[in-house]
């Protein structure tokens, strides 16, 4: 099934239309689109009327739309299929995703709970309905559109058989999040990309709240401290941090803002292992036991624990012979990366490879990158790093997972910096110079970085390259945290060392 989806923000809506492209500059849009006849059309409102033209042609005009700024404008040219519903104040609300995601209809009922909550009234204040869609390849997370919020697969489809409980939190809070800026920026806007804050800062803790209020079991509030509170600390403690008002003025710097010594393991793993124990390896509990399963277990293999390694391996090698048909899913991740690390064989990692390309869930295909860029081969690591330049087999959005993944394994670091930097000619004809995702990946692949020569390597790419458009503070912020990781081993090693021993 094909799309043409549009994503407007920060300032490509001057791409779809003339417009003075600016937060403040709200107005109101007559849209209509002239399709296929084969296709369906949606827009910021409800279909107004539908016209017949010549040449198998149709022209979709929808209703005068609300005061709003440019960046939230948006429209879709389809051949997906929606499930829709009604609210309990009444109001229809339709997803729209792929035919053969039907069968993921059951997350419906799951997120309900926000549809019916009072962030759903401040979102439809003053709307009468609410659409939302599932793009396959999409270049953010979700985009809250006034009337079409737009969401990568992975955020808004769940599978209660196949999707993890880390994924069923994801889905949930990325709602709310999008709920949450239907009045933070969408009613209420900043003047200015400066005050980006406004829209983001208030739609990241609410998000919590909402999420909260539908599961109060989950205690959202604790794992805000950690995913959100704790991270934002240590960029603000970088020389290279910004204040919450950032004066930008060019597209690059706008898209920018978007942001946020192993000596012995034996004692980490003597820690970890009594709680492994006593979590054990059954997929079963609340909500916060399968998540700290999972957290426990993971940590517990990247500690070398050898128990949980060869549990892992043999999981994986059940799943790979087919006499174990699925792996239990709040598990998956860590069998599909550390099995393959301990079974880097090509056969193997093929056989990944095929259920990845035939998998149509995209939580489960990123799962699957990420055991695939596990391996201990760097033909193969290579081979996966090429595969992103056929968007048939690796889609769009996926390129940046599959080099940060690649970063992650050993045997990649090296690698994934060489790859980007020489393909970088590639990569910025491919998604701009502006994209903020390209702006952020040498970042996202250097954090380990702690040698001299990683940051001689950086400096002198970074001086070849001096248009760094979306990446110029997330290049200032890469070179400072190696400096910092150079400096802290320097100042630490031997007190650490002495410790550990």
Same mark, same amino acid.
């Given at each position: 099934r094909k799309i043409a989806a549009t994503d407007h923000e920060p300032t490509d809506a001057r791409k779809s239309f003339p417009c003075f492209d600016e937060p403040n500059k709200k107005a109101t849009y007559n849209i209509s689109i002239t399709h296929d006849s084969s296709y369906k059309a949606l827009s910021n409102m409800p279909k107004e009327s539908s016209e017949n033209l010549p040449r198998n042609k149709t022209?979709?005009?929808?209703?005068? #739309?609300?005061?709003?700024?440019?960046?939230?404008?948006?429209?879709?040219?389809?051949?997906?299929t929606f499930v829709e519903k009604t609210s309990a104040k009444g109001i229809p609300l339709q997803i729209f995703l792929q035919t053969i995601q039907l069968h993921l209809v059951t997350f419906i009922s799951y997120i309900r709970p926000f549809e019916d909550s009072h962030y759903a009234d401040v979102a439809l204040v003053w709307f009468h309905f609410l659409d939302k869609i599932a793009i396959p390849d999409f270049g953010t997370g979700a985009m809250e559109n006034w009337g079409l919020i737009t969401y990568r697969e992975t955020n808004l489809l769940y599978d209660e058989q196949e999707s993890s409980s880390y994924n069923k939190q994801r889905v949930a809070s990325v709602i709310a999040h999008e709920l949450v800026h239907q009045w933070f920026g969408n009613i209420v806007t900043m003047d200015w990309w400066d005050d980006l804050w406004l829209n983001e800062g208030f739609a990241s803790f609410f998000e919590y709240v909402g999420v909260e209020e539908a599961e109060k079991d989950w205690e959202m509030r604790d794992i805000m401290i950690?995913?959100?509170?704790?991270?934002?600390?240590?960029?603000?403690?970088?020389?290279?941090?910004?204040?919450? !008002?950032?004066?930008?003025?060019?597209?690059?710097?706008?898209?920018?803002?978007?942001?946020?010594?192993?000596? #012995?393991?034996?004692?980490?793993?003597?820690?970890?292992?009594? !709680?492994?124990?006593?979590? @054990?390896?059954?997929?079963? @509990?609340?909500?916060?036991?399968?998540?700290?399963?999972e957290t426990v277990l993971s940590i517990a293999c990247q500690m070398g624990d050898e128990e949980t390694l060869k549990e892992a391996s043999r999981l994986f090698e059940q799943w790979i012979r087919g006499s174990l048909s699925k792996v239990p899913v709040n598990l998956r991740l860590l069998v599909y990366r550390y099995g393959m690390k301990m079974n880097s064989t090509e056969d193997n990692w093929n056989i990944v490879y095929e259920r990845y390309k035939n998998t149509s869930l995209a939580q489960e295909r990123d799962k699957l990158l990420y055991g695939l860029a596990s391996v201990e081969n760097v033909t193969l690591l290579n081979r996966l790093l090429?595969?992103?330049?056929?968007?048939?087999?690796?889609?769009?959005?996926?390129?940046?997972?599959?080099?940060?993944?690649? #970063?992650?394994?050993?045997? @990649?670091?090296?690698?994934?910096?060489?790859?980007?930097?020489? %393909?970088?000619?590639?990569?910025?004809?491919r998604y701009t110079i502006n994209d903020r995702n390209l702006g952020r990946l040498l970042n996202q692949i250097t954090t380990t970085y702690n040698t001299e020569l990683q940051i001689w390597k950086m400096e002198h790419f970074f001086a070849l390259t001096p248009d760094s458009g979306a990446g110029k503070m997330p290049r200032q912020q890469a070179l400072e945290t190696v400096r910092n %990781? !150079?400096?802290?081993?320097?100042?630490?090693?031997?007190? !650490?060392? @002495?410790?550990?021993?």
């Open positions: 022209k979709t005009s929808f209703q005068k #739309s609300v005061p709003m700024s440019t960046y939230l404008v948006c429209f879709a040219v389809h051949e997906f950690i995913d959100d509170v704790l991270p934002v600390m240590v960029d603000d403690a970088l020389l290279s941090s910004h204040p919450i !008002i950032v004066n930008v003025s060019t597209p690059a710097e706008i898209t920018s803002v978007f942001d946020s010594i192993s000596y #012995s393991k034996k004692l980490f793993r003597s820690h970890v292992k009594s !709680i492994s124990k006593e979590l @054990g390896w059954e997929d079963t @509990g609340t909500q916060t036991e399968r998540l700290l399963r090429e595969a992103t330049k056929n968007e048939n087999v690796v889609r769009s959005q996926d390129l940046f997972t599959v080099v940060r993944y690649v #970063s992650y394994n050993p045997l @990649g670091q090296s690698m994934a910096w060489d790859w980007t930097t020489l %393909n970088w000619d590639y990569l910025v004809k %990781n !150079i400096e802290w081993i320097q100042r630490n090693k031997a007190e !650490i060392k @002495g410790w550990l021993q």
